[in-house]
């Protein structure tokens, strides 16, 4: 729960007080030279009920208690989250009317062209009330969370003032909650993409390399056998060379690499694609956890609690006007630092990967031939890079190509409706060797890493 934080008054409100009491007192001099004791009543007349007024707007500002029952910070897809402000006049004397506004991001209540809000209210977060002395009053909604993300609730706007709408105060009541609505997790029917290191867990369908560790059988020694490779049992046995064969392995770990650069994920398209990119990505992970396998995560996408950490919100403002602005999520982003989860097993990596890819927003810093020169010091030569992206650009292209000659495992699931997308971005991959999944809806989520095996 957060207090409440200092009344702040509207910045018009001095010059007003200034003018006024500048012509109070120009009547009371009028009246007082020339012996008008209208005159003089009247300006005593303004004077109080000027000064009364500012009492009231002053005081009623001051004595109003606005608390957050704060619940999960994180919940599910489709979760219903209470909101509740408490308010609460701490003063002896009633406050008549003040307007209470909960705030949330514009961007997560709108309804988009492709799909729905990503926060669904059900109530009144605006209300205007009236509190009789040490009377509570509270404001209470509910908020549907419809998609994944990093959403701001609040802050608390609190305005007042007096009867006469001379004086207007505004404040920040409470401070806002965050919440993350995790990701959709979808159980893939099974996983095969493997890296190329040669002792690990699934078995390859081509004799590429051999695992010492998968004995198959043994048969007659052959010109070229290694002497590492005689089965000496068999020899002594039979007074005949034999040599042992070996079934080929590869582990099945994988680094996420997911591109979220607006260039190359198209608003016309958003939010569903980068939606579908982050559940499969989750999927894949939570897939190789259960398998024992390690998982990593690189990304050219904005994290949104590091963007609140670095920008933060300031609680400090004279207009309501501002707070609202405050209350919204800005729309560019010049980071250049990659978000990046080093290859580990575990259900703690797990916990935190779905939670940052929960968090994940589009950027325009890096884009994906840049994250994966910058990152790619930081990717495990053990696993698989996973690579999921919505349109290949010659230079990223490049950028894979180059990574694949360089002795890396990749893969790449191809995030995209049309199958003629897929085919224009597949093609040159393929040419080259580099295996490619089509990720067309959330019904292929299950079977998007199924069709092929790397080599």
Same mark, same amino acid.
């Given at each position: 729960?957060?207090?409440?934080?200092?009344?702040?008054?509207?910045? #018009?409100?001095?010059?007003?007080?200034?003018?006024?009491?500048?012509?109070?007192?120009?009547?009371?001099?009028?009246?007082?030279?020339?012996?008008?004791?209208?005159?003089?009543?009247?300006?005593?007349?303004?004077?109080?009920?000027?000064?009364?007024?500012?009492?009231?707007?002053?005081?009623?500002?001051?004595?109003?208690?606005?608390?957050?029952?704060?619940?999960?910070?994180?919940?599910?897809?489709?979760?219903?989250?209470?909101?509740?402000?408490?308010?609460?006049?701490?003063?002896?004397?009633?406050?008549?009317?003040?307007?209470?506004?909960?705030?949330?991001?514009?961007?997560?209540?709108?309804?988009?062209?492709?799909?729905?809000?990503?926060?669904?209210?059900?109530?009144?977060?605006?209300?205007?009330?009236?509190?009789?002395?040490?009377?509570?009053?509270?404001?209470?909604?509910?908020?549907?969370?419809?998609?994944?993300?990093?959403?701001?609730?609040?802050?608390?706007?609190?305005?007042?003032?007096?009867?006469?709408?001379?004086?207007?105060?505004?404040?920040?009541?409470?401070?806002?909650?965050?919440?993350?609505?995790?990701?959709?997790?979808?159980?893939?029917?099974?996983?095969?993409?493997?890296?190329?290191?040669?002792?690990?867990?699934?078995?390859?369908?081509?004799?590429?390399?051999?695992?010492?560790?998968?004995?198959?059988?043994?048969?007659?020694?052959?010109?070229? #056998?290694?002497?590492?490779?005689?089965?000496?049992?068999?020899?002594?046995?039979?007074?005949?060379?034999?040599?042992?064969?070996?079934?080929?392995?590869?582990?099945?770990?994988?680094?996420?690499?997911? #591109?979220?650069?607006?260039?190359?994920?198209?608003?016309?398209?958003?939010?569903?694609?980068?939606?579908?990119?982050?559940?499969?990505?989750?999927?894949?992970?939570?897939?190789?956890?259960?398998?024992?396998?390690?998982?990593?995560?690189?990304?050219?996408?904005?994290?949104?609690?590091?963007?609140?950490?670095?920008?933060?919100?300031?609680?400090?403002?004279?207009?309501?006007?501002?707070?609202?602005?405050?209350?919204?999520?800005?729309?560019?982003?010049?980071?250049?630092?990659?978000?990046?989860?080093?290859?580990?097993?575990?259900?703690?990596?797990?916990?935190?990967?779905?939670?940052?890819?929960?968090?994940?927003?589009?950027?325009?810093?890096?884009?994906?031939?840049?994250?994966?020169?910058?990152?790619?010091?930081?990717?495990?030569?053990?696993?698989?890079?996973?690579?999921?992206?919505?349109?290949?650009?010659?230079?990223?292209?490049?950028?894979?190509?180059?990574?694949?000659?360089?002795?890396?495992?990749?893969?790449?699931?191809?995030?995209?409706? #049309?199958?003629?997308?897929?085919?224009?971005?597949?093609?040159?991959?393929?040419?080259?060797?580099?295996?490619?999944?089509?990720?067309?809806?959330?019904?292929?989520?299950?079977?998007?890493?199924?069709?092929?095996?790397?080599?």
């Amino acid at each position: 729960m957060s207090s409440t934080t200092a009344a702040q008054s509207h910045s #018009d409100a001095p010059k007003l007080s200034f003018g006024m009491v500048a012509g109070i007192c120009a009547v009371l001099l009028f009246g007082m030279l020339f012996g008008a004791s209208l005159w003089v009543l009247a300006a005593v007349a303004a004077a109080i009920l000027v000064g009364v007024n500012w009492f009231l707007a002053n005081s009623w500002t001051d004595s109003t208690v606005a608390v957050r029952h704060s619940g999960n910070v994180e919940h599910k897809l489709g979760s219903v989250i209470d909101v509740e402000i408490m308010l609460t006049n701490q003063s002896r004397l009633p406050i008549l009317w003040i307007l209470v506004e909960d705030l949330l991001p514009r961007p997560a209540i709108q309804v988009g062209a492709v799909s729905t809000s990503a926060l669904e209210i059900d109530g009144d977060r605006v209300q205007v009330m009236m509190l009789w002395a040490g009377q509570s009053k509270s404001l209470h909604y509910k908020v549907t969370c419809r998609r994944r993300g990093y959403f701001q609730i609040g802050p608390t706007v609190l305005e007042t003032g007096d009867l006469m709408g001379l004086y207007r105060r505004y404040r920040v009541g409470t401070e806002p909650q965050y919440v993350t609505v995790l990701p959709n997790v979808v159980a893939l029917s099974t996983y095969d993409i493997g890296s190329r290191r040669p002792i690990g867990e699934i078995r390859m369908r081509d004799n590429v390399m051999d695992d010492p560790t998968r004995l198959r059988g043994i048969r007659r020694w052959q010109t070229g #056998d290694p002497l590492r490779s005689v089965h000496w049992a068999a020899t002594a046995r039979t007074g005949t060379l034999h040599s042992k064969i070996y079934e080929p392995s590869s582990i099945a770990g994988a680094t996420l690499v997911l #591109d979220l650069h607006v260039a190359t994920n198209p608003s016309k398209h958003e939010p569903v694609r980068s939606d579908l990119a982050v559940t499969a990505a989750a999927s894949i992970a939570h897939a190789l956890h259960d398998a024992g396998e390690p998982f990593g995560l690189v990304t050219n996408g904005r994290d949104a609690a590091d963007r609140i950490r670095t920008e933060g919100w300031v609680g400090d403002y004279r207009v309501r006007d501002q707070v609202t602005a405050a209350a919204s999520m800005r729309n560019e982003s010049d980071r250049l630092m990659p978000v990046a989860q080093p290859a580990t097993r575990g259900p703690v990596a797990l916990r935190e990967m779905i939670r940052t890819l929960a968090r994940l927003e589009r950027t325009d810093g890096l884009t994906l031939a840049e994250l994966l020169v910058e990152a790619e010091s930081k990717i495990s030569s053990e696993t698989t890079v996973l690579v999921i992206l919505q349109h290949c650009p010659p230079e990223s292209l490049a950028a894979l190509i180059g990574l694949s000659r360089r002795g890396r495992a990749v893969a790449v699931i191809i995030n995209a409706l #049309d199958i003629n997308d897929y085919s224009a971005a597949a093609g040159p991959l393929i040419a080259s060797r580099i295996p490619t999944f089509h990720l067309a809806s959330a019904d292929a989520v299950s079977d998007v890493c199924r069709e092929v095996m790397t080599r």
